[in-house]
């Protein structure tokens, strides 16, 4: 059942309905004037921000999807710490600032964070003080939205674990794919490319052969020309994504071999066969900028 949100007052009289909706914390700043209320955990990590008038009704002030287990407002009361902590989480642990309304201003990932806290101040160091006029023109004038932006599909942290080891294997299929490139050697081509005829490439200025048989004659082709030593592959913009059996990277190739240099995007996809991860597709294109 979704949870209902209620505020009440000091004599435990109900004063404002919030609503239903996958909630399940709530945090006041140290004023009592600006507050959340969120979904972590389990949950798919919505954080409502919400402006207390007092006349006793509540403003919404934003709202984004941020998944996380924890949350503290910062002692002047003006910024979200939110975080993603190990043993709760040991996946895509994190930690993200937001301002009062919900506008994200830092995003620092971990491979472990145990804990984020803010660093305590002094009592009275900082004052009381309401929405920002700019922030308020700018929602009256329609420049600034209240509400939250396109959600994402929510991903159970079981998922999102495995997700990640996937992740990192595709890595590891299209680092080997590039050494055996780099090698010359085609014996190291034919352990890293698929199998099936669905298995393609596109060589930069080519068109596309696709089969294995034929994608192996155009690596054998190549690997021909390729002097161990003096052809080095390095990349840039590497973006890696992943399921549980199939995966792709974008990124730069930077060559640097015999009597030429250049850049080439590349899009690199892989499957999970028989256990092992192999290139299936591979396409590259020169970039704009020229061989020289």
């Not at 006793?56 to 009361?77: F, H, I, L």
């Not at 060559?255 to 690199?268: E, F, L, M, V, W």
Request: net charge positive; hydrophobic share 40%.
């Amino acid at each position: 059942m979704p949870a209902k949100v209620t505020l009440f007052n000091a004599a435990c009289k109900p004063v404002y309905d919030l609503g239903s909706g996958p909630y399940n914390i709530a945090r006041w700043n140290p004023f009592g004037r600006f507050f959340i209320i969120a979904g972590f955990g389990n949950l798919p990590g919505d954080i409502v921000f919400y402006d207390k008038k007092t006349s006793g009704t509540c403003k919404q002030m934003g709202a984004v999807r941020s998944p996380a287990v924890a949350a503290e407002w910062s002692p002047d009361g003006r910024l979200l710490l939110a975080a993603t902590t190990a043993p709760r989480l040991r996946v895509d642990n994190n930690l993200k600032v937001f301002t009062y309304y919900g506008e994200q201003r830092m995003h620092v990932p971990f491979a472990t964070l145990l804990d984020a806290q803010w660093r305590p101040a002094p009592r009275g160091a900082f004052a009381d003080r309401p929405q920002s006029p700019e922030r308020l023109a700018a929602v009256a004038k329609g420049e600034a939205s209240t509400e939250a932006p396109t959600k994402p599909s929510y991903v159970p942290p079981h998922l999102r674990q495995k997700q990640q080891v996937s992740k990192l294997a595709v890595e590891d299929a299209n680092r080997k794919f590039y050494d055996a490139f780099a090698s010359g050697r085609l014996e190291e081509m034919e352990r890293i490319v698929g199998e099936g005829e669905h298995v393609q490439v596109v060589h930069p200025g080519a068109s596309c052969i696709a089969g294995r048989e034929q994608v192996m004659e155009s690596w054998r082709a190549i690997l021909r020309n390729v002097r161990p030593g003096a052809f080095k592959v390095r990349l840039e913009d590497v973006r890696v994504h992943a399921r549980e059996d199939f995966g792709f990277v974008t990124c730069v190739e930077i060559i640097d071999a015999d009597d030429s240099t250049g850049r080439i995007i590349a899009t690199n996809v892989f499957e999970k066969q028989g256990g092992v991860w192999r290139i299936v597709q591979h396409h590259g294109s020169p970039s704009i900028a020229r061989f020289r």
